[in-house]
């Protein structure tokens, strides 16, 4: 299979770069694009070196699988012709999300939604992934009725320029510098801020919306009650989550730990005498979401209540591994030697 990466220099091309590479992929399968900035770049991969071009309307004759993770905008103009050079476009963007004709795809959770693909499958919003790869389970085994979510969101997850923000600023306020805000619209270091997205008459970002509409569209259940607030924490890598579930069926605490605990992809971090559980920097670089603090909601009645937290890196399970993982649907075995 040859593969085409759109997007190849930016912070998820990185991790496409590095889980493919620990796949075993041969750099002769590879194809790397970006913009004509990057054009001529060498990029190390697997002891050779690839070098990367701009990616044009004829970049993808002889892909099979092109992933695309350049921005909404790159996704609308180049996926139509990849799709026309006859490879399967994984879009990492929200450009397809939405599309009814487009299946949006958590391969823990909906596998199947990738055969009715049309030559492009979307990879859900990353925040999207990471609840669901917790929710999910436990909706399948005793139903959810209502999620309330509120994220603590990486600075990576707005790209690379803006996580190198974050330290220069680190640096520069501890230094007595004046900091300068270029790539996220406030202060990044030591400071929150509402999600970096548009808001719209409702008063929800763009991210809180995605969160909604994303999660009924996988789930198949356009009922399902979801509200999120999403922020931006001062955090380099890995998203985190505070998930409120009113359940359909009440459950305790350890059945739904019971329920995580088989979930694949997830790994409970639930040490209530250590004081440990899920942080960023443990959920970093790695492909499990990391889930703890699994305790009854002590405001709802009847036993239908979980209150979770959830740390995961979103450049990875909630970016490159997921597209990843659809390409192995697609294939129906994993891509490279693993
Ligand atoms: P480039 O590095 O040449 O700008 P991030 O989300 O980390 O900022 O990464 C965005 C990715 O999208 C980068 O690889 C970037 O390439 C790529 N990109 C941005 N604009 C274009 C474009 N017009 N054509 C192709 N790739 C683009």
Known sequence: MKFAIAGATGAVGDEFLAILANRGIDAGQLRLLASARSAGKKIAYRGTELTVAEMTAESFDGIDVAFFSAGGGR????????VKSGAVVIDNSSAYRMDPDVPLVVPEVNPDDVFTHKGIIANPNCSTIIMLMAVAPIY???GVERIVCST???????????????EQ???DLLDGNPITANVLPHQAAFNIF????????SGYNEEERKMVNESRKILHDNGLRISATCVRVPVPRAHSESINLTLANAATPDEVRAVLDAAPGVRVVDDRENNYFPMPIDASGKDEMLVGRIRQDMSQPDGRGIE???????LRKGAALNAVQIADVLAKSPIGTS
């Open 194 to 201: 509402n999600h970096n997205s548009g808001i719209d008459e």
């Open 308 to 314: 979770l937290f959830i740390s995961g890196d979103q």
């Open 152 to 166: 603590y969101q990486a600075s990576s997850g707005a790209g690379r320029q803006a996580m190198l923000e974050l």
């Open 75 to 82: 996704s609308r103009e180049y996926a139509p012709h990849a």
């Open 140 to 142: 399948r085994a005793f």
């Open 169 to 171: 600023q680190s640096r």
